[in-house]
Each structure stands twice: as structure tokens, then as C-alpha cells.
């Protein structure tokens, strides 16, 4: 898209309000805040306060060069429903006294979820910024909010075709969807070069002397399913005191560590001599350790999402991903907390040099690092073509039925859709779901799509 294309159709500045409140969402949001801000859009920041340590919140803004929060909600930690229900009320403060065009918010968090629901109350437009991703498993806290988010949003900006094919099935319109890919592709392209340039800065990082070390494995664990569930953690334990011929530098997460002292876990795993725990690191150094590591063995989204960019083979601590993509292309594979198949597999990465670079090697389906730029191309054009504005209806509006057809001609959904006055949702070839990309020729496809009745 042509950057200067649609600033000319209005004078007025775009405000965009971007809603944040744990380590992965600032992560995600800085390339996008970047880019916000390199255009001179108006934006203002607010930050929930669900993660606060130093490690999990302030170091981000250092290393990620992005402005210090406009507001802090200080929710602090807490159940689902009071950080949720403080996080609504704190925000729905701040939104009533700013004129905000659009608010973004990223991924599945709690924060993510009270800033989608607060936005779309006060008919304000809201941008998901990773939508579409489903574990399909309704017992992760994530995936109520993801889907509870995508329900509240206008902009859908999602990852992958997949991830659209997703929200498709579950019968959203395509007329709002953006296949973008991630934005931490953008953070990790940027700042590993920048962590490069500068090595290692953590004081353990530096003590460990992670340079000169060998057969680094790179853990991180937090799922509340894994790290709450006694059973489940000391399986993975008892799988990591047997990988005792690597290192594994393990910055744990506060929630990990208190259940981890809670299960009386912690001292013993802490006293193993290939274990080295250490606070939870700042962008900059965990992305060097990464280059550095053999192997990443993780529970956490972001991470499968990072490995499969750097080219590091990742095993996931989980029975289920809403990032099957990483699995399919043969760079992620799901161990769960099963002690043996983390001991199968970690021992065939590190042994089996040709595996190991079929997993390094493995396409990266979070796209080429411009997923920022390409949610702002978008965010301006809606605002240029006032398609951010809510309002209630003034006109009857049209019913429609949602109709079923096996087209027969050789035409692509854009004509189809001119032609018919309709809009198309889903295209079917054969039992394969497709996306319906404008120029895609329908011919022998069925598609699912409006017929309007004015
Ligand atoms: C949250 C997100 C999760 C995300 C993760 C990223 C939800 C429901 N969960 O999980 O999706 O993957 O962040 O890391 O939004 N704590 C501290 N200091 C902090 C923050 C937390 O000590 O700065 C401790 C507290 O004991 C707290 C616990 O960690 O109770 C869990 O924190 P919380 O923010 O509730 O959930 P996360 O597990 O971090
Ligand atoms: N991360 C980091 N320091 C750490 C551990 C993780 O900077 O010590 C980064 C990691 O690179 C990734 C993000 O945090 O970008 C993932 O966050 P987390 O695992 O907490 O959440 P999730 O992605 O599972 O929601």
C-alpha cells in the first residue's frame, strides 16, 4: 500500500490507544507502537499493571526503546474476575475522557479481553492484534479470551491463513480480516541484531559465562495447567534431572517459581549443577541466549513463535497449540508434560544432527518481519474511509439469509461478489476450507455466502 495514499482524505489526526499489561503483549506491540509513532499518529498508551516486577514489565520498555505508559491501572495480581473486573473499570476511566479512534489490544490475556469488551461498550472501534489463533481446549483462560476478543472486534489482524480459516469456520465475515503475520517476527528480526551488537548485559547470563558453554537448552515454563498441577511439573522435573549431560538456563516466571517452592521442588532442582535458574530476562539477552541455545523447551506462545523464526528446534510442553502452524512445518513438536517423550525427543535433537536441522530448517509461517507496518497500512485506511466509525443505524437494515452455492462459472470471488450483490465467507474445494481471496476462481467450488433482502 502506498504510505501517503490516504492521508490526503481527512486532516484530522487518528488517536490510537493501545491496551497492554503483560511481558509477551509489550513485546508484540512495540513494532507496532513504532510505527505509530515514526507516522505521528496520536496514540496513547495504557498499561494494566498485571505484570509489574521489573523483569516482567519495565525492563521491556528499556530494551524495546518504546514510551512509558500514559496511564497504570496497578491491578497487581489476583483471580480472573477481579483483575478483569479492575482492568474494565480502569480502563473504561480512560477511554470516556480519550477520543480514541480504535484500540488495539494482542493475543489472549486478561488484559487483551477487558480492553475489547470496555472499547466495543463505549462503540469503540477495536483492533485484535493476533486474532484468530483457538487451542480449541476451553479450559485455558487464553482461549475464552482470544475468542471473547474476536467476538468485540472490528480489525481483525490475524497471523496466518489458519488462523483466518479459523475465524471463518466459526462464521465471521472475511470483509475485516488482515493476514498480517506476527509482530514478533518485526521484534525478533530487530533486536537480535541490536543484542548482537551489544552481547550479553545480565549479570547470571554473563556469570554463567554462556558464551563458552555447550549444549545450552533454553527453558521457560508458566501455563497455568503445567506449573498449578503438581503431577504435571514434576513430570517435566524429572525429565530435566535426566538431561544432565546439557545446561539448561531456565529465567522462571514468577508464577513458576512460587508453585514450584510451593510443591518443595524448587531447592532440588535449583541444587542440580546443569540447572541454572535465574530471574526472568530482558528482551535483548533472552533472544541471545536463544541464538545460542541447542533447543528451546517451552510452554509459552511467544516462544514457539520465536523458535521457529530463529530456526531453533522448540518441543512444546503442552498436549495442544493454537500455533499448529510451528508443528506442521516440522519446526515445534508437542511432548506435553510426558517425562518420556521430553527425554525421546530432546536426546534426538541434540544427537541426531540431521533431525535437528530438519527442525532448524523448518519455514517460518509468521511471515517476513513487516507486521506492523502492515496493521498500520490498514488502521489508516479505515480511518481515512471512516469505516472506524460506529454508530447506531439510521436506515432499515438489510435482512440476509446465509446461502449455499456450488458455482458452475469461471469466476473469482471479487466479480462473483459485484455480480451477486453478496458477500462470501467461506469457499469450499472439495472437504478443504480455502481462503476466499479476491481473486481466487470459483469455478467447481461450493461457497457459503450472504444473499441481502432490502
Ligand atoms: C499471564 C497471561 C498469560 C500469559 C502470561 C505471560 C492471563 C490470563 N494470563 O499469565 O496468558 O501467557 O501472562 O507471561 O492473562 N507475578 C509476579 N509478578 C508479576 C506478575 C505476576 O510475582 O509481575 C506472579 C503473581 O504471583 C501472580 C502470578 O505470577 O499471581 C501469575 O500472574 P498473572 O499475571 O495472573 O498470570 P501469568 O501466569 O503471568
Ligand atoms: N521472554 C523474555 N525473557 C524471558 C522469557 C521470555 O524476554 O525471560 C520473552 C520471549 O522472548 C517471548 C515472550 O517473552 O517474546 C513470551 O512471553 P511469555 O512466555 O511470558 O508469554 P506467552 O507468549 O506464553 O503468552
Do not use: W
Not at 106 to 133: C, F, M, P, W, Y
Not at 176 to 186: A, C, H, K, P
Request: glycine share 6%; charged share 25%; aromatic share 8%.
Amino acid at each position: 500500500m502506498d504510505r501517503n495514499k490516504y492521508n490526503m482524505l481527512r486532516e484530522d489526526i487518528m488517536k490510537i490507544v493501545v491496551v497492554f499489561g503483560t511481558r509477551p503483549e509489550i513485546i508484540k506491540m512495540a513494532p507496532i507502537i513504532d510505527e505509530i509513532i515514526n507516522r505521528g499518529i496520536d496514540l496513547s498508551i495504557i498499561h494494566t499493571g498485571q505484570h509489574y516486577d521489573k523483569e516482567m514489565s519495565d525492563n521491556f520498555f528499556n530494551d524495546l526503546e518504546i514510551p512509558a505508559p500514559d496511564y497504570n491501572i496497578h491491578v497487581g495480581s489476583g483471580s480472573h474476575g477481579k483483575q478483569t473486573g479492575l482492568m474494565m473499570d480502569g480502563i473504561e476511566k480512560v477511554l470516556l475522557n480519550e477520543k480514541a479512534d480504535i484500540v488495539l489490544v494482542q493475543g489472549d490475556t486478561n488484559a487483551a479481553l477487558a480492553g475489547a469488551l470496555v472499547a466495543s461498550k463505549l462503540h469503540i472501534a477495536v483492533g485484535h492484534v493476533e486474532s484468530g489463533l483457538r487451542s480449541f481446549d476451553m479450559t485455558m483462560p487464553e482461549e475464552i479470551n482470544r475468542r471473547v476478543c474476536d467476538v468485540t472486534t472490528l480489525m481483525y489482524f490475524v497471523p496466518t491463513e489458519e488462523s483466518a480459516i479459523n475465524l471463518l469456520a466459526e462464521g465471521y465475515s472475511r470483509k475485516n480480516l488482515f493476514i498480517t503475520g506476527n509482530t514478533i517476527v518485526d521484534a525478533c528480526y530487530r533486536h537480535l541484531e541490536i543484542a548482537k551488537k551489544k552481547g550479553f548485559d545480565n549479570e547470571s547470563l554473563i556469570n554463567l559465562d554462556i558464551e563458552n558453554m555447550e549444549n545450552i537448552i533454553t527453558l521457560t515454563m508458566h501455563r497455568a495447567e503445567n506449573v498449578d498441577d503438581k503431577h504435571r511439573v514434576s513430570n517435566v522435573v524429572d525429565a530435566l534431572k535426566e538431561l544432565d549431560d546439557t545446561n539448561i538456563i531456565f529465567p522462571i516466571h514468577p508464577r513458576t517459581k512460587k508453585t514450584l517452592e510451593k510443591f518443595g521442588l524448587f531447592d532440588e532442582l535449583n541444587g542440580l549443577e546443569h540447572i541454572h535458574i535465574i530471574k526472568p530476562l530482558g528482551y535483548l539477552d533472552f533472544l541471545l541466549l536463544n541464538s545460542k541455545s541447542k533447543l528451546i523447551l517451552t510452554d509459552s506462545g511467544g516462544l514457539q513463535e520465536e523458535a521457529i523464526t530463529l530456526g531453533l528446534p522448540a518441543l512444546t510442553l503442552r498436549y495442544n497449540t493454537e500455533r499448529p502452524e510451528t508443528v506442521t512445518a516440522g519446526g515445534n513438536i508437542l511432548v506435553g508434560s510426558d517425562k518420556e517423550a521430553i527425554l525421546k525427543y530432546a536426546n534426538k535433537i541434540l544427537n541426531d544432527e540431521e533431525f535437528a536441522n530438519k527442525m532448524k530448517n523448518a519455514k517460518n509461517p509468521y511471515g517476513d518481519g513487516n507486521s506492523a507496518i502492515q496493521i498500520v497500512d490498514a488502521i489508516e485506511e479505515y480511518y481515512a474511509k471512516r469505516l472506524l466509525d460506529i454508530k447506531s443505524p439510521e436506515h432499515i437494515m438489510p435482512s440476509f439469509d446465509r446461502k449455499m452455492a456450488l458455482i458452475d462459472e469461471d469466476i473469482t470471488v471479487k466479480d462473483f461478489e459485484r455480480k451477486y450483490d453478496t458477500l462470501i465467507h467461506t469457499v469450499f474445494d472439495g472437504d478443504k476450507i480455502c481462503f476466499p481471496y479476491d481473486d481466487l476462481n470459483l469455478k467447481e467450488m461450493c461457497v457459503n455466502y450472504d444473499a441481502f433482502h432490502y
